[in-house]
C-alpha cells in the first residue's frame, strides 16, 4: 500500500528534511502541499515532485489521493489544523512543539481518537539506532539503578551575541505568541524527549535558568534540571550561544556502568555509541546521513498507519513534552522548582 502525503507549509525544515524523507521512504508519495501563497506551493510541488499544490487547507485536505498530512505550520496553529485533518479523516504527522498548551494537546489527541486516524509528533532523535540501543540496555536493566541522564543541544555563530532574525520562511519563530518559547522549543525540547525516551520514565520536577528577560522572552540559552518518576536526576543544556560546542548528546549513567550517543543529537544521523559495563565495552560510529533519521520517522507513520505498530513518537508523548516546556518557562520566570503532575 503507498499513502499519499501531504505537507502543510513550505519552510526550511519541510523543505530539507521531510519532502526528501517522504519520498525516500518506501510506501509514500508526496501527494499535496499547502501554502498561503499560490506561488510558493507551486514552486515546492515543482521542487519535490508533489502532485498538487494549494493555497488552501480545506481543498487540500479534501483531496482523496491525501492520506496522511504533515503539519509544520507555525506552532500556535497546529492544534487547528490537527483537527481539521482528523475531521476529514486525515493521519497525522504534526512537527514539535504539539501545542502551546497541555489543554490543546488533549483535544487533538481526542480528535484524532474519535476520528480513527493516527496520530504522531516529529521526535526524529527516537528513530537513531543508537538511541533505540541505550533505550534497551535501560530497560533491560543493564545500567543498573539510574542516577544521572545528561542531553544536550548547543549551537551558535562566532562573534554573535544573539542570533539574526530568521529567513522570511521562519519569521514566526521571532514571535513569542507563535512559537511558546525561544531555543527550548527549537531543540531543548528534543533533548527533553529523548531522555523521557531512553529512560522510560516521567519528568517530575523541572528547575530552569534561562537568559530571557522581560524585554526579551524568548531564550536563547537554558540549562535546566530534572527530576524523573523513579528518583533519577538529568541535566539539559540548549542554545543558540554557543558557538564550536562540543557534546551534542545524551549519556545515561547508573550503578552498572554508563550509555550513551556522543555528537548524536542534531539533525542528521551521525554520533558515536558509547557502552561501558562490568560486562560490555562498545564505540560505535554513525554514518553523516542528512535525512534518515526523518525517513524513519516515516517509515513508522506508514506502518502505524498500516497497523503494524505505533509512531515513534506519539501524541502522549507530545502533550508530555508540552508540560515540561511550560514547566521551565515558568521555573526560569520565577526563579522556582516546578512539579509536574
Known amino acids: 500500500m503507498t499513502l499519499g502525503w501531504a505537507i502543510v507549509s513550505t519552510g526550511r525544515h519541510p523543505d530539507t528534511k521531510m519532502a526528501p524523507a517522504i519520498n525516500a521512504a518506501v510506501g509514500s508519495t508526496l501527494a499535496a502541499v499547502v501554502s498561503r501563497d499560490t506561488g510558493r506551493a507551486q514552486a515546492f510541488a515543482d521542487k519535490h515532485g508533489a502532485a498538487a499544490a494549494y493555497d488552501n487547507l480545506d481543498a487540500m485536505l479534501a483531496d482523496p489521493a491525501v492520506d496522511v498530512v504533515y503539519v509544520a505550520s507555525p506552532n500556535a496553529l497546529h492544534r487547528e489544523h490537527t483537527l481539521k485533518a482528523a475531521a476529514a479523516g486525515k493521519h497525522v504527522l504534526v512537527e514539535k512543539p504539539m501545542a502551546l498548551t497541555v489543554e490543546d ?27 533505540q540501543r541505550v533505550r534497551a540496555m535501560v530497560g533491560a536493566g543493564e545500567l543498573g539503578e539510574l542516577s544521572l541522564t545528561t542531553a544536550n543541544w548547543g549551537r551558535g555563530t562566532r562573534g554573535q551575541t544573539k542570533p539574526p532574525p530568521r529567513a522570511d520562511l521562519q519569521a514566526w519563530w521571532d514571535d513569542p505568541a507563535m512559537v511558546g518559547a525561544g531555543a527550548f522549543m527549537a531543540t531543548g525540547v528534543h533533548c527533553a524527549d529523548l531522555m523521557r525516551y531512553v529512560l522510560g520514565h516521567e519528568v517530575v520536577q523541572v528547575t530552569a535558568l534561562s537568559d530571557a528577560t522581560p524585554d526579551a522572552p524568548l531564550e536563547e540559552l537554558l540549562v535546566m534540571s530534572l527530576r524523573f518518576d523513579d528518583g533519577s536526576l538529568g541535566t539539559v543544556m540548549t542554545g543558540r550561544r554557543t558557538p564550536d ?24 544521523l551521525d554520533g558515536t555509541l558509547d557502552i ?3 560486562g560490555t565495552e562498545t564505540s560505535e560510529s554513525y554514518a553523516n546521513d542528512p535525512i534518515a533519521l526523518y525517513t524513519w520517522q516515516v517509515d513508522a507513520m506508514n506502518a502505524a498507519v498500516a497497523g503494524d505498530g505505533e509512531p515513534a513518537a506519539s501524541g502522549v ?18 526563579g522556582r522548582r516546578i512539579d509536574i503532575q
Open 276 to 278: 561501558t559495563t562490568s
Open 105 to 131: 494537546c488533549q483535544s487533538m489527541i481526542d480528535a484524532c481518537a474519535s476520528a480513527g486516524v493516527k496520530l504522531g509528533v516529529g521526535f526524529h532523535l527516537r528513530t537513531h539506532p543508537g538511541h
Open 317 to 334: 508523548d507530545g502533550l508530555r513534552a508540552a508540560q515540561i516546556t511550560l514547566a521551565m518557562v515558568e521555573s526560569a520566570r520565577t
Open 245 to 268: 560546542y562540543q557534546g551534542n548528546g545524551v549519556m545515561v549513567y547508573g550503578s552498572e556502568g554508563k550509555a550513551g550517543v556522543h555528537e548524536g543529537i542534531g539533525m542528521v
